[in-house]
Each structure stands twice: as C-alpha cells, then as structure tokens.
C-alpha cells in the first residue's frame, strides 16, 4: 500500500462531516486528546499488525479484502444514511475517552487497516494518515459550517470517496503477490 | 434500522439522560466485537499452511513416488481415474497425463528419488509404442486412430525425455528430442499461438483449436530444449512467449487470466537462459501476473478445510493437481529474478507445499478404503483421485524441496 492509499483510506473513512455530530463534547481539548490517542493506538495497531497476523494465520493481503470489504459498507452507509443524531453533549472530564476516542476516533474499520500495514514502512504510513484523518476530524468540529443539508451532501461525497478507496485496497489485496 | 446502523457504524447513538460512561464503552466494544467476529467467520479465515520440513517433503515425495509404482499397469500404463471408495477404475485413457506423470517421475529421479527411474522408464516404454514419424517429425499419435493429436501429449513426452536424458546421462535420444521439438513447431502460428490440436487428416494444425494449457507446456518444452540442444529452438520461444505474456487471454478470450504454470516453468527456464536476459518488460510483467493470480488462489485455498462450515463459505477443496500446479508456478517463478527477492512468493509457494502435505493420504488413512494399497500415497477428493493429482503434487514438492535445499 503506498501512503497515497493509505492516507486516501483514512481521510475518507474518518469522515469529520458525518463525525462532527457524534463529537458531543464542549471542550475542544477533549477532541484534541481523543484524537492523539487514537493515533498513537493505531500506530500501535500497526506495530503489532504483523505479530496479529500471524497469530491468527491470516495474510496481509487477506487483512487488505477484510478492510476493503469493511470500508465499503462504510462509505455505502455514509452515502445514503442521514446524519446520525446528536448525542446529549456530554460534559465531563472523561469527555475525551466517551465520546470522542470512543466511539469515534477509535474505529474497527480503521484499525483494520493499521492491522493490514506492511511490515516495513506501514506503521509511519498509518501514524501520518491517522495523524492527518483524525486532525481533519478535530479541525471541522472547532470550525465547520452547522448546516445539516450541506454536512448531509459533503459527507456522502467523503462516503463514496470511501468506497472509491475501499475498492483499491480491496484489489490490492487480492491481486498481491 | 437506522438507530442499529448508526450503532454498527459507531456513529453515536442518542443516549438516555445519564447513561454511565462504562456502558457507552461497552457498546462501542460490543460493535468492534461483532464487527471483528463478523469479518473472522465470513473474510478472514485462518490460511492453514501446514508445516513444511525437508523431512516432510521427502517422505511424501517418496509416497508420491510408491503410489505410481503400486498403479502402474504391466504395459507401462497406470489406473487413471481411480475411485478409492469402490475401488474401481474408470477405464478410461489418454497420453497428455501419462505424459505428465511419466515427466513428473523422472523430475524425482534427478532429485535424487532412485525409485521413480525404473517406474518412469516403464512408462516411457509404453509411450513410445505411441510415437508416430511424420514429415521430418515425430509426435505421441492418439490412443484411438484417426483422432486429433495432442500437443499436450508431444510436449510433456518431450519435458520427460529432457528429464531422462539428466538422469542417465546419456545423448542418445537426442534425435528423437529434435523431432518431437519439430513436432512442436509446425503446430506455432506466426502470432506465436500454439494450436491444440493436429489434424491426421488435413496433416496440418486445427485452426482455431486452442488450450489454456498446452500452450504453456509447449512453450516450456523449446525453453529447455533450447538449453539443451541449442539453435532452432529460440527464436519460436520466444514468439510463443510473448504471445502468451501480450495476447493469449484476449485472442483466445480466456476470462478469468489463465494462471499458467506451465508458462511459469518456461520464465523460470528463461531466467536460466544463458548470455543476456531475454526476461524483458513484458516477459517480467507478465510473471508478476501469473504470482498474483496463483497468490490469490493458494490465499484461498488454504481456507479451505472440508469442513461443512469451510464448504459453505468456501467451497469444496481443490483437485490435488489444482493445488499441485499453483504451487509448481510459485515456485517457479521465484526464479524470475525480479520476483526472487520477494518473501511473500516464497511464503505462499510454501504455503501450497504445506497444504499438499497436509492432504496427501497417509497410510493410516489408506486404511479406510477397500484397497489401502492404491489409495496411499495419492491425493484423494470426494473418494477419487487422478493420475495428474500425483503428477502436479510431486512435481511441486519436488520444486518446494529444491528450495528448501538452496535458500
């Protein structure tokens, strides 16, 4: 996967249109936090990407179908699901890990795809696209427009965008070597 | 719906007034677990490639070996499709496979497998009772008269004399190698297409009769020819080459690609060729394609276990020649240099190896069926195996221990 792919992947499937809603949370700080924790764990993923792998006798291309396959359902959903429900603002100190870091920053799609790195160079590749996708996300949430039919439309383009990435490393991995 | 797809997608559900934190997480940690659990029992299937070890491969190498011994008939040919449950054979016959597996057994004789000579020798004893001189040419004619000829047949005979002819050192079929190669060339079309089939009749090549495989055993057949008796031979490999690396597929609409490993044991001859390489661009492109499409099928493969489960998302488990012949591309083509360094060809050529291990029938299990004797040693699906499931298995085995052997 080249970091191109890589970054493609998370900044569409982060999706901070359809995100920002879900961030419900007064204190931008919190988002921040949530954000550069769920780098750092997806750095992590990728890290034990290969140990996992292996643990489970699954190859890295058969991780790239799996996260392909995912992401797809992903980005269909953002395509033609309306915006999700405002949660009730939550304001606590925990705000960072509920509902920022969870459910949010921190997805099973996405640390599909830090389990799917290369051995090599993956793991700089997914700190840097999750550092640029999450930072996307925290960005729209201090200062994105609040009109629902505008973040409805921008989000299903960020959603077909998905499905447009998803298919790539979905024949990534299913014509590797 | 859109309240559980909201919650699947992790895009926050509208809580109750005072929900606890600790069961917002672990809502979110149920969505990761049905989602990973979900992506574990339909996509990401364990790839059970066994354990191969140099002990391994010999042993089954020599199973291999014994089943074609215990088979094979007092005229030089073997039981061909055999149904280990009833013990019977279905009496049929044709030369490309006998070919095959005559090739195949000369292959572990110059590994090093004494026992396989005189078998193989047997063998080609009865295929050369086959062999018809034509026109400056001889080629394996057909078991019934009058029907079209095999190139398949030709060509694989020619690979298991070239075989021979390392094995007992001797030079004195050369002339017969030349005229089967000669066989060969007035079956290439100036496109480099090779034709299935000669016609008896008009003495001259079927028109538009093609195989997605006899082309490659061809092609594989003037490489090593070439090799070994060098002249004519290179210019017609390398037309035939190039037309199955640019054209085949689409001139002779082949849909899906064909995984052609016998086109992987010609690069991999190329790659030996001696002075510069002929391994151009499109040659090397080409290889890169045939390890993808094997790649994908041993990924697929070893998912598949037999189980009703594994049948119903995966499918029935693959001929012991399917396994057999992927992984003989895989590890052919390791020899193409600019595939040799890539790990992942070598993980799933031994891959393959580990799965033709794991479902070559042991003695133990012989013993479920009538006859434990002829099941033995042979790769067996739904009660039946073919002389081919023999020839491709030990061929890849032999490959995948020659590697092992020089890492």
Do not use: K
């Amino acid at each position: 996967m080249t970091v191109w792919a890589v970054l493609l992947v998370f900044a569409a499937a982060a999706n901070p249109f359809r995100r920002r809603r879900c961030l419900s949370v007064p204190d931008g700080r919190q988002v921040i936090a949530g954000a550069a924790v769920a780098v750092a764990v997806y750095g992590a993923l990728a890290v034990a990407g290969a140990s996992l792998r292996d643990a489970l006798d699954v190859s890295t291309p058969n991780m790239r179908v799996a996260a392909g396959l995912l992401l797809v359902v992903v980005g269909l959903h953002a395509v033609v699901a309306p915006l999700p429900a405002a949660p009730t603002t939550i304001d606590a100190r925990g705000g960072w890990l509920v509902p920022v870091l969870v459910p949010v920053m921190l997805r099973p799609d996405l640390a599909l795809v830090a389990f799917a790195a290369d051995r090599t160079s993956g793991v700089a590749t997914v700190a840097l696209s999750a550092s640029v996708a999450l930072a996307a996300v925290a960005a729209w949430w201090c200062v994105g427009a609040r009109t629902p039919a505008a973040e409805r439309w921008l989000g299903a383009a960020l959603g077909a965008l998905t499905v447009v990435a998803a298919v790539r490393l979905l024949l990534d991995g299913v014509f590797a070597l | 719906m859109h309240r559980w797809a909201h919650f699947l997608m992790l895009e926050g559900v509208r809580w109750a007034r005072g929900t606890s934190r600790r069961r917002r997480v672990g809502a979110a940690l149920l969505a990761w677990v049905l989602t990973f659990g979900a992506m574990r029992a339909v996509v990401l299937h364990p790839e059970r490639c066994g354990t191969v070890t140099t002990d391994r491969l010999d042993g089954a190498i020599d199973e291999a070996v014994a089943w074609a011994g215990r088979t094979l008939r007092s005229d030089g040919t073997w039981i061909y499709r055999y149904n280990a449950g009833t013990d019977t054979d279905a009496g049929i016959y044709e030369l490309v496979r006998h070919s095959g597996l005559t090739m195949a057994l000369y292959q572990a004789a110059a590994a090093g497998h004494p026992d396989a000579r005189a078998i193989a020798e047997q063998a080609d004893t009865y295929a050369r009772t086959n062999l018809v001189a034509r026109d400056g040419w001889q080629a394996l004619a057909p078991l019934v008269p009058g029907e079209h000829y095999d190139i398949g047949a030709t060509s694989l005979f020619l690979n298991a004399l070239l075989y021979r002819r390392t094995v007992t050192a001797s030079t004195a079929d050369d002339a017969l190698l030349t005229d089967l190669g000669r066989f060969l060339l007035t079956n290439i079309a100036p496109s480099g297409a090779v034709a299935a089939n000669w016609d008896p009749g008009t003495g001259a090549p079927v028109v538009g009769a093609s195989s997605p495989f006899y082309t490659g055993e061809a092609l594989w057949a003037l490489t090593r020819l070439e090799r070994v008796l060098p002249g004519e031979w290179r210019e017609p490999a390398l037309r035939v080459a190039r037309y199955i690396a640019t054209a085949r597929d689409e001139a002779e609409h082949r849909f899906p690609d064909v995984a052609d490993h016998w086109a992987a044991y010609a690069l991999a001859e190329l790659a030996h060729w001696p002075g510069t390489s002929v391994l151009d661009e499109e040659l090397t492109a080409y290889a890169r394609h045939v390890g993808e499409l094997e790649s994908l099928s041993i990924r697929y493969e070893s998912q598949r276990t037999g189980s009703t489960f594994s049948r119903l998302t995966r499918g029935q488990i693959a001929l012991g020649a399917g396994v057999g012949a992927l992984t003989e591309a895989l590890a052919s083509l390791r020899s193409v240099p600019a595939l040799s360094a890539t790990d992942s060809l070598r993980d799933r050529s031994l891959c393959g190896a580990g799965v033709l291990l794991d479902r070559q029938t042991t003695a133990t299990e012989a013993e479920r069926y009538p006859n434990p004797e002829r099941a033995r040693g042979a790769w067996i699906r739904e009660g039946q195996t073919q002389i081919d499931d023999q020839q491709h298995a030990l061929s890849a085995l032999l490959l995948i221990r020659d590697l092992q052997a020089t890492p």
